[in-house]
């Protein structure tokens, strides 16, 4: 009797187990047909996009007829295989460009066409499942901002990877959020691994601290991921790494840096060997994106420096005179979930002649500036990160679906 009870027991657990990976198999196979689906939506767009840029391109005008004849449908697709489009944006984006207003309208409409429509024919997960590596017992803030600021932008998912000690404290911060405790544990790489398959972006530093074995597993996780070719964002004790070893995210493309000051001159220092020339930021930016491979940088500042090293963007949009801390983690969790996008739109030859890890960036720095100045609107000097997330969905509205 207990040997059949056993038998029983056994048949049992096995069909559980093969049901589960049926089911695992059925829903990657959902997985592909509903991406397929989306890159087909997505090349229909295009179609669309181009017989509109045609039409703008027939009539004589400026730059911003590029964005503004589409307004009745789908934003136009910039091609690269269009000279006269490529020659607007040389003189609008290039370095020394004095018309910054038009830059930055033209550059928001490019943001406004990686964003993936809103329907019911989506399931969770699609619109992206971003992660983020940091929280230690010192910061638990920090990676809490970049997840929830993910989450608020349209991801889906939203995991962080931390410290044991860190982990219940961000979890009580919000259920919203899928918490890992790994980061300090002595198989960290391979549980980080196991989820990086289900990710469409990485944004790595917030909270991290910079003990040795934090960053050692960050570096290993960064080269993973690259292997996997999931855009990167580094930011914060990320950037300390970086500075130390840069040839772990040196030319790779889907790479995004964003540095403050501080973290900008350690970094220039680290590759150039000597300091910076602090009379002309956008020279330097330019220079260090060089020296990193042509890697996307964001200098942060009062104007948002951003370059791959052929043309500088500046993004001064208002902001307002509050600097809380934290206002870089919200900038880096949401460019990771733009990151996914404008990747998977480009894939789709949705925009060509703009690096799309450059049009993330942009769109990035312009929401953070954007849920600053509505957050001070309402609470001035005492504004925190935590007011400006409040203002994430109402400003990203304003800036990218209006
Ligand atoms: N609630 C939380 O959990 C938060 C946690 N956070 C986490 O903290 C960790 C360490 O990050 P960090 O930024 O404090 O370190 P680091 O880059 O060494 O800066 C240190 C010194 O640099 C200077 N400095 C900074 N900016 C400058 C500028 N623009 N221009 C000029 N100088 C500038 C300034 O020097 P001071 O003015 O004090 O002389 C500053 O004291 C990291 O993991 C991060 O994610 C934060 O995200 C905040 C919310
Ligand atoms: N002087 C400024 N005026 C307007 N906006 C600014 C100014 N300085 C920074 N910002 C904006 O604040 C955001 C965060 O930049 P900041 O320099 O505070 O980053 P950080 O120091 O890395 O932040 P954190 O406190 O998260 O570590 C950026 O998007 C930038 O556009």
């Not at 018309?99 to 406004?112: A, F, P, Q, Y």
């Not at 930011?235 to 040839?247: E, K, R």
Request: glycine share 8%; with cysteine.
């Amino acid at each position: 009797m207990e040997k059949l009870m056993e038998q029983f027991l056994e048949q049992s657990a096995q069909a559980e187990d093969n049901f589960y990976r049926m089911e695992e198999q059925r829903l990657q196979a959902e997985d592909r047909r509903r991406e397929a689906e989306h890159a087909r939506e997505l090349h229909m767009l295009q179609m669309l996009g181009q017989m509109f840029a045609s039409i703008s391109s027939a009539r004589p005008g400026s730059a911003s007829a590029l964005s503004k004849t589409t307004n009745p449908g789908p934003a136009p697709v910039i091609s690269s295989t269009s000279p006269s489009h490529t020659r607007v944006f040389e003189r609008f984006y290039g370095l020394g460009s004095t018309s910054h207003r038009g830059m930055e309208d033209d550059i928001l409409s490019l943001v406004k066409n990686i964003v993936p429509p809103l329907t019911s024919k989506k399931h969770k997960g699609q619109d992206g499942r971003i992660g983020i590596i940091g929280g230690c017992q010192d910061y638990t803030g920090a990676p809490y901002f970049a997840a929830i600021s993910a989450l608020k932008v349209g991801a889906d998912l939203s995991h962080v990877f931390c410290t044991k000690d860190a982990a219940a404290v961000i979890k009580s911060y919000s259920p919203e959020l899928i918490v890992h405790p790994v980061l300090d544990s002595p198989n960290a790489v391979e549980e980080i691994e196991k989820w990086l398959p289900r990710l469409h972006g990485l944004v790595v530093g917030p909270g991290l601290g910079r003990e040795d074995l934090l960053l050692k597993t960050a570096k290993e996780v960064i080269e993973k991921t690259k292997a996997r070719d999931i855009p990167i964002v580094i930011d914060a004790d990320g950037l300390w790494l970086i500075t130390q070893q840069p040839s772990v995210i040196q030319g790779y493309q889907k790479g995004i840096l964003t540095p403050n000051f501080m973290e900008f001159t350690r970094l220039y220092e680290a590759l150039h060997h000597e300091p910076m020339d602090s009379s002309d930021y956008q020279r330097s930016v330019m220079q260090l994106s060089v020296a990193m491979g042509n890697l996307t940088l964001v200098l942060k500042g009062e104007q948002d420096f951003i370059t791959d090293g052929s043309k500088v963007y500046s993004c001064s949009l208002e902001g307002s005179g509050r600097r809380c801390g934290g206002q870089g983690d919200l900038l880096s969790g949401s460019m990771g979930v733009l990151a996914h996008w404008a990747h998977a739109a480009s894939a789709a030859g949705m925009i060509r002649s703009v690096n799309p890890s450059v049009v993330a960036a942009f769109g990035a720095c312009s929401l953070t500036r954007q849920c600053n100045s509505q957050a001070f609107q309402q609470h001035g000097r005492s504004t925190t990160t935590s007011d400006m997330i409040q203002e994430i969905g109402s400003a990203f509205k304003k800036l990218f679906e209006s």
